[in-house]
C-alpha cells in the first residue's frame, strides 16, 4: 500500500476519494474517513489561512502515513490537507484509512491526525473581527500523542 499525499488549494470530493481508494480492492472491509472543517470562533472568525513549506510538508505527511502502515494492517490510505486562505464551513483535512477490519482502520485514522496536528509543518492564521493571529502549538494536541508511544 503506497499512501496518496496532497496539500493543495482545491477542495476535495469525500465521496470520490473514499471510491478512488477502493477501486480493484477487494480485501479492504472497513473504511474510516475524518473530515476537519473550519469552524467559527466565539469572536467571529473570518477566515483562516493556513501556510506550508512545499516538499516538507509532504514529506512529513508521508512519514506519519508510513508509521501508520507499520503499526496496523492498511490496504489504503489518503491524506488530504488544504492550504491558503480558508472560511468557516471549508473543509481543511481529509483523512482516509482502509483495511480489513475497522479497529486497525480506526486507529490508524487517530494515529495519523494526532500526529499531523503536532508535527506537520503548517503554520494557521486566524482573522477574526478584531484583526489577525497566528496560532500558537495547542497543548492538547501535544497530549494526544502520548497515547501512541510504544
Known amino acids: 500500500m503506497q499512501p ?35 469552524r467559527d470562533l466565539a469572536d467571529g472568525l473570518t477566515s483562516m489561512t493556513l501556510e506550508h513549506y512545499p516538499a516538507m510538508t509532504e514529506a512529513e505527511l508521508a512519514r506519519i502515513a508510513k508509521e501508520a502502515k507499520e503499526r496496523w494492517p492498511l490496504e489504503g490510505c489518503r491524506i488530504i490537507h488544504r492550504f491558503g486562505e480558508l472560511f468557516p464551513g471549508d473543509n481543511i483535512v481529509l483523512v482516509i484509512t482502509a483495511s480489513a477490519h475497522r479497529q486497525a482502520a480506526f486507529d490508524a485514522a487517530n494515529f495519523i491526525m494526532d500526529f499531523l496536528k503536532t508535527n506537520a509543518p503548517f503554520w494557521k492564521k486566524e482573522t477574526t473581527s478584531r484583526g489577525a493571529k497566528w496560532v500558537d502549538a495547542n497543548d492538547a494536541d ?3 500523542l502520548e497515547r501512541w508511544q510504544k
Do not use: P, Y
Open 4 to 38: 496518496q499525499i496532497s496539500v493543495q488549494l482545491d477542495d476535495f470530493d469525500i465521496g470520490n476519494e473514499i471510491n478512488q481508494l477502493k477501486v480493484d480492492k477487494h480485501d479492504i472491509g472497513a473504511v474510516v474517513s475524518f473530515v476537519g472543517t473550519v
Open 142 to 144: 501535544d497530549k494526544a
